[in-house]
């Protein structure tokens, strides 16, 4: 197949992360990264796509695909994300497709285990003091979908191993995000030897969200933005509070 360019990036969490790559069908070249913890997304992420283009010597009508993470997470950073990627998708006539974030980091921790059997439980901060959190298991064929065991859901970090639980009783779980002090703080002994706690912090992967994307994309071109659409993936409903007068 014709190698295609495809920029992607996720806006979902405090950690914006952006990423323009190549793919022919079965390797991914990264050709340029943006990552940052500082800033509004909104600010710092119109300048960066730009200077990745030019980075990878390329200009915007090179691009072929473009990869937007749909969260969930911060209302206000999916926004920023999800309403850039329409723009330049319709300025471009560039095709779109939207990834939960959730798989996007389900797919980077099962990459760090050999072990088919191994769960991954990817949790994003939903604040409030809770987390969002889901389960996906790696299927026996191929590394691409992932099959999910269990629906994103916003739970407080003392629910989180009685959710677990059923799954803890006969396989690995490896738990990793960028909540990790909200969870150790707040969940109380016996921690469960079958689950993992990544000890790092991690951030949504903009390669593996455009990876992702691209697979989608190559496997039903015609469909894949109707299937896989850029619109945010609510959890629950925005906290708007009533202003008093």
């Known amino acids: 197949m014709k190698p295609i360019n495809i920029i992607a990036w996720d806006t979902a969490t405090p950690c914006c992360t952006a990423a323009l790559v190549r793919f022919d069908g079965s390797q991914i070249q990264t050709l340029a990264e943006f990552k940052s913890e500082f800033g509004v997304h909104s600010q710092i992420l119109p300048p960066q796509l730009e200077r990745l283009i030019q980075e990878a010597d390329l200009e915007i009508k090179d691009l072929d695909l473009i990869a937007v993470g749909r969260g969930p997470g911060s209302f206000t950073g999916l926004r920023t994300g999800l309403a850039l990627a329409k723009g330049l998708a319709f300025g471009t006539d560039r095709p779109v497709v939207g990834i939960s974030t959730l798989e996007v980091m389900a797919v980077q921790i099962l990459a760090m285990t050999r072990n088919g059997e191994t769960l991954a439980a990817p949790v994003i901060d939903a604040h409030h003091r809770e987390v969002f959190v889901a389960l996906y298991q790696k299927p026996t064929e191929s590394t691409l979908p992932l099959i999910n065991i269990m629906n994103p859901r916003p739970l407080a970090p003392t629910d989180l191993i009685k959710v677990l639980d059923p799954a803890l009783s006969s396989q690995k779980i490896i738990l990793a995000g960028s909540t990790l002090?909200?969870?150790?703080?707040?969940?109380?002994?016996?921690?469960?030897?079958?689950?993992?706690?990544?000890?790092?912090?991690?951030?949504?992967?903009?390669?593996?969200?455009?990876?992702?994307?691209?697979?989608?994309f190559i496997t039903n071109p015609e469909k894949a933005s109707t299937l896989n659409p850029p619109i945010p993936l609510y959890i629950r409903d925005p906290q708007i509070r009533k202003l008093e007068l």
């Open 181 to 216: 002090p909200l969870i150790q703080t707040t969940t109380a002994d016996p921690w469960p030897e079958n689950l993992i706690l990544w000890p790092e912090p991690l951030p949504p992967s903009a390669p593996i969200l455009a990876h992702l994307a691209a697979r989608l």
